[in-house]
């Protein structure tokens, strides 16, 4: 069965630094590529961004390029999505899901990891 | 960069009747190639991740039942949920998977009249 186990809530202050992660079982972690998508509170899906676990090739939305960094550790099939200096902005639900190369529809997702940004 | 604009943002429909939900890309996202539309439809229900429904703009994911249903080609596109369900009430998205950045509709919620 295909899992796509997220990290748990988190709570930070502005300026702090984070990372959140997304552990997948159940299928070949480096044949399928890994996508972030931000919702905010009571907004619509935002994907920022991809990486490829077999070569770690990235790609980022312009609109989250700079802000956040996306990586993979393919020995213990995770992916992470990191902020140096997060804002109150950043304030939102993140998910992980996977996709294939030639065709990046998202048939598994993560249950969300909830990301609270407080000044 | 494709924008994905759907119609209505929300709307109510009564049950076992029709809804139909649409989406438009700023750009064809059929590929001549293969002839196929780059276009994947989800429904995420309240406190949950979206779930995919259909993709090829008309390809039924396994499990789907047959009253949601897929069409359209180009840059027009709509979902269509016949005989509509309590188990139904969710906000729906489109996603263009033609060109990076990839991108999403803003979203519409169907809610039972």
């Known amino acids: 069965e295909v899992q796509l186990m997220q990290s748990g809530a988190e709570v930070k202050k502005t300026g702090e630094s984070l990372k959140i992660s997304c552990k997948g079982s159940g299928y070949d ?3 399928y590529l890994i996508a972030w998508v931000r919702q905010m509170p009571g907004k619509g899906l935002e994907w920022m961004g991809i990486i490829y676990p077999s070569d770690s090739d990235t790609r980022y939305s312009p609109s989250f390029q700079g ?18 200096s997060l804002k109150a902005s950043d ?7 996977i996709g ?4 990046p ?3 598994f997702w993560g249950l969300g990891s909830l990301v609270s940004v407080f000044s | 960069d494709i924008v994905m604009t759907q119609s209505p943002d929300s709307l109510a429909v009564s049950l076992g009747e029709r809804a139909t939900i649409n989406c438009k890309s700023s750009q064809s996202i059929l590929y001549t190639s293969n002839n196929k539309n780059y276009l994947a439809w989800y429904q ?13 703009a008309s390809t039924r994911e396994s499990e ?6 897929g069409s359209g080609s180009g ?10 369900q309590a188990e139904d009430v969710a906000v729906y998205h489109c996603q263009q998977y033609y060109s990076s950045p990839l991108s999403f509709g803003q979203g519409t919620k169907v809610e039972i009249k």
């Open chain 2, 44 to 56: 995420q229900k309240p406190g949950q991740p979206p779930k995919l429904l259909i993709y090829w």
């Open chain 1, 29 to 31: 972690f480096t044949e």
């Open chain 1, 105 to 107: 529809y998202f048939a």
């Open chain 2, 64 to 69: 789907v039942p047959d009253r949601f249903s």
């Open chain 2, 75 to 84: 840059t027009d596109f709509t979902l269509t949920i016949s005989n509509l």
């Open chain 1, 67 to 84: 802000q956040v960094t996306i990586s993979v550790d393919k020995s213990i099939s995770t992916a992470y999505l990191q902020w140096s």
């Open chain 1, 91 to 97: 304030t939102a639900m993140y998910y992980c899901a």
């Open chain 1, 100 to 103: 294939l190369r030639s065709f």
